[in-house]
């Protein structure tokens, strides 16, 4: 079992910045791909931004140029520095992990609880 733990979300002014940050806990062998979703009221999930094991990076084209997604694979963390926050970006994030679990080297999916970003003046 692996367990995300989010933090960062919160309430900004548009303009402003937030580091979210995601910590991944528990039976890990490796983790193949970290990133981070967000789901708006009455919206589908979409990808805001990932990052494989081999550093390449992925963004939805409304958040290039103001996000960077960044990992740090001795702590199994993952970070998404957002800098000219809109209101637009308002939505509950999520943290995702690729994870090859320990032992039995399976390959799963685990979410994070998601936390909530409010871009509002």
């Known amino acids: 079992q692996v367990h995300l733990v989010e933090s960062g979300g919160g309430l900004v002014q548009p303009g402003g910045s937030l580091k979210l940050v995601c910590a991944a806990s528990g039976s890990i062998f490796s983790i193949i791909d970290l990133g981070w979703y967000r789901q708006a009221p009455g919206k589908q999930r979409e990808l805001v931004a990932s990052t494989t094991n081999n550093d390449s990076t992925k963004y939805a084209d409304s958040v290039k140029g103001r996000f960077t997604i960044s990992r740090d694979n001795a702590k199994n963390t993952v970070y998404l520095q957002m800098n000219s926050l809109r209101p637009e970006d308002t939505a509950v994030y999520y943290c995702?992990?690729?994870?090859?679990?320990?032992?039995?080297?399976?390959?799963?999916?685990?979410w994070g609880q998601g936390m909530q970003v409010t871009v509002s003046s």
């Open positions: 995702n992990a690729d994870v090859v679990e320990h032992l039995t080297l399976l390959r799963r999916y685990y």
